[in-house]
């Protein structure tokens, strides 16, 4: 018998604008990437909760494909597993998104004995468990486990999500996949951190799972899903519960599972810890003390989504297309969205003040090598209120950036 996957939690669902009465193929693709997130988040949880597991999945990343932020980069098991499960479920019940659908992780895999694997998911339950034996040196046991959740069927109990129905041709658009974003917290396991005004500065909180659709075309993000599998913890199972969000914005129709949040007296803006100290300063006199810090890029776009921060704001690169991509798209659902905040300083400087160039989706950056393809170079102001971004971009002007 398949193991039961960790609990789970979920949002409430609120339609925020009536769509017309359309075609379904964005409806299903939006259910599809939801219980894939879902199963992904079983698996994370899975992994985070069995230590001696956990110890086994840790792979240090090298050459291209590293994280040049941090001194040292991980990648995991779980994080390649997840990507592969997104890939095979959602490719399996959608072929046109076949090859479009990307993540930020290598399926190679070496072990301990350096062999290099290609993980993937199998026809069968065992012939996967088979490969992830291989992978993790014969622990034929914690191959077994991983296998059963992987090929776990999982199925959402979402009436008010079965029932939407939306237009949008899954041959039009490619996903973009963040398995878990915040790795290095992941791996930590820290889950006791006390948040800061509703913001965890670090711990699981931050370890999310992104799925982003956006247009071939225009690279515009048109669907998002934010999985939390380590939303809280069960006091008496000491079990992990998570909840998850999604939001659709295309061609007018704007959906999502959130409600757009309030404008707050007391204005907050949430950083990275690494964030300079000029663009810190710059910010003061806008926000004062309520500078917030948090690890997870994805996480502290979430921040802003929910409304505990009036925008994220971040001077480097550091981002990629997997990060943005998923709460890009929920963003732009609640009437917000997410600029590259170079070009939008640019374009402020030169007197516009209407549309600001937001981040796309659909092209590399030329001329470099690896993951750097798919960095958000100019950085980035996430915001859902207009005036929130208005106001980081003259204060930042301001002061000369």
Not at 28 to 34: D, G, T
Request: glycine share 8%.
């Amino acid at each position: 018998m398949s193991p039961a996957l960790p609990g789970r939690l979920r949002t409430g669902i609120r339609v925020l604008a009536d769509p017309a009465p359309c075609l379904a193929p964005m409806a299903a693709l939006l259910r599809s990437l939801v219980g894939a997130s879902e199963k992904a988040a079983g698996i994370a949880q899975l992994c985070r909760q069995e230590e001696a597991l956990f110890q086994l999945l840790v792979a240090e990343k090298t050459g291209p494909d590293r994280n040049k932020k941090f001194v040292q980069d991980f990648k995991t098991l779980a994080d390649v597993l997840i990507q592969e499960v997104i890939k095979h479920d959602v490719g399996k019940e959608f072929p046109e998104l076949c090859g479009h659908i990307c993540g930020e992780e290598s399926n190679h895999f070496q072990n301990s004995l350096g062999e290099t694997l290609v993980v993937q998911v199998c026809a069968t339950q065992q012939d996967t468990a088979g490969l992830l034996a291989r992978v993790l040196d014969q622990n034929q046991a914690a191959a077994e486990l991983l296998a059963a959740a992987v090929h776990q069927e999982v199925l959402l109990q979402d009436p008010a999500l079965a029932r939407l129905a939306l237009a949008v041709p899954p041959e039009s658009v490619a996903v973009w996949i963040d398995p878990i974003d915040s790795t290095n917290q992941y791996i930590r396991g820290q889950a006791g951190v006390a948040p800061v005004d509703g913001i965890c500065p670090s711990g699981l909180r931050s370890a999310l799972v992104l799925i982003g659709v956006y247009d071939r075309s225009s690279g515009e993000p048109v669907l998002g899903v934010i999985n939390e599998p380590f939303f809280q913890e069960d006091p008496t199972t000491h079990r992990w519960q998570g909840r998850y969000h999604w939001g659709v914005a295309y061609q007018g129709t704007s959906l999502c599972s959130l409600s757009r949040p309030l404008l707050q007296p007391a204005a907050c803006v949430v950083l990275s810890s690494s964030e300079t100290p000029v663009v810190q300063q710059a910010l003061r006199p806008l926000y004062g003390e309520r500078l917030r810090f948090a690890s997870g890029a994805g996480y502290k776009m979430l921040c802003v989504i929910l409304g505990l921060a009036d925008a994220y704001v971040l001077s480097e690169g550091s981002t990629f297309k997997w990060d943005s991509c998923a709460p890009h798209a929920i963003l732009r659902a609640l009437g917000g969205g997410m600029v590259d905040l170079a070009a939008a300083l640019q374009a402020w400087r030169a007197g516009q003040r209407g549309a600001l160039p937001e981040l796309t989706y659909h092209q590399p950056v030329e001329g470099v090598m690896g993951a750097e393809r798919w960095a958000n170079r100019g950085g980035l102001v996430a915001f859902v209120h207009r005036q929130h971004l208005e106001e980081v971009l003259s204060m930042l002007a301001d002061a000369g950036l």
